[in-house]
């Protein structure tokens, strides 16, 4: 009990310091309160809303505790992701709730997790294993954009918002990446084998084709992709020579990565890049500067 008065008071002394003058002082004690981690971030944020209620409370120094409080956020962020980026299973939704952070450091994960297990088990109510392929598709497609209401933002397409899952799944909207990430997280957790495909200026996912049923019917195409699926389109199922034109319209080579799926660790990226643009786009250089260095722990 001594240790934890002793640690409340030494606490609350750094938090007086904040406002101190002197900036040897200041860089000390906010040094010393990014090493305490987000355990007294609770602290922090009950001090802001108390002073906030004084009459003469010094705006310079709210601005200094915020600006601690989004550094160890953004610090835990930074930490999480080289945790995933380490790991062996590199779970999709995980990293996609690690990203969330950056923006919503209170996201609840459990609710996230809470409402894609309401969303899955309509689908699995729907689906037997009589179906096909396509009539998987087409049921996914029924739930998702008919019955639980997600469309695409093409209003506010380059919105960060549109690339954090909690947002998505609050709104409800999403771009290309976000609303392929919740079919596809949805599918697999479901055994069906709907994965993402990284093409250039767009994301879709491919179906594939575990059983190699086209190799069966002596259709030699190693790309084993039974057909695409646009998202972004309310589920739209095309096949490989849409996007060869499609890459042909952008003067592009018919590579072949380009029409198979790709690595969680690749859709993490170009959620990032997504990101970049969209805090670019909103004149924010202090977040594009934050999301670069996310995407450094990524490429190492």
């Known amino acids: 009990m001594d240790a934890l008065n002793r640690d409340n008071s030494q606490l609350t002394a750094l938090i007086r310091l904040v406002e101190d003058p002197d900036p040897n002082v200041f860089g000390h004690v906010k040094s010393r ?10 602290t922090l944020e009950n001090t802001l809303e108390i002073r906030k209620t004084q009459f003469a409370f010094d705006l310079d120094h709210e601005e200094r505790l915020r600006k601690i ?18 790991s062996s299973t590199r779970d999709l939704l995980k990293g996609s ?32 294993e009589e179906n096909t392929a396509f009539e998987i598709v087409k049921i996914f497609n029924h739930v998702l954009f008919d019955l639980c ?3 695409s933002s093409k209003n506010n397409f380059y919105s960060p918002e549109n690339s954090y899952i909690n947002q998505v799944i609050t709104s409800r909207k999403g771009n290309p990446l976000s609303l392929s990430i919740l079919y596809s997280v949805i599918a697999q957790r479901l055994h ?28 030699n195409d190693d790309r084993n992709i039974l057909f695409y ?36 660790t690749d859709i993490l990226k170009r959620m990032l890049t997504n990101l970049t643009f969209a805090y670019n786009k909103e004149g924010d250089t202090e977040k594009v500067e934050s999301i670069q260095e996310l995407q450094l722990i990524l490429e190492s």
Not at 33 to 42: D, K, Q, Y
Request: hydrophobic share 40%; net charge negative.
């Open 149 to 151: 209401g997600f469309e």
């Open 97 to 128: 709730i690690i990203v969330s952070k950056f923006e919503f450091p209170q996201v609840d994960e459990k609710i996230v997790e809470s409402e894609l297990d309401q969303i899955k088990q309509k689908v699995w109510l729907e689906i037997s």
């Open 229 to 264: 699926i646009n998202p972004f389109s309310k589920g739209r199922i095309f096949d490989h020579n849409e996007i060869e034109n499609y890459l042909r319209s952008l003067n592009l080579p018919l590579q072949k990565n380009y029409f198979e799926p790709c690595s969680n």
């Open 192 to 219: 069906i084998p709907i994965y993402g495909v990284n093409l250039p200026n767009h994301f879709v996912l491919g179906f594939v084709d575990e059983f190699q049923t086209l190799k069966m019917l002596g259709m």
């Open 69 to 86: 409080i989004n550094e160890i956020h953004f610090n835990q962020v930074k930490k999480e992701l080289s945790q995933w980026r380490a």
């Open 33 to 42: 309160l990014i090493e305490m981690g987000r355990e007294v971030v609770p």
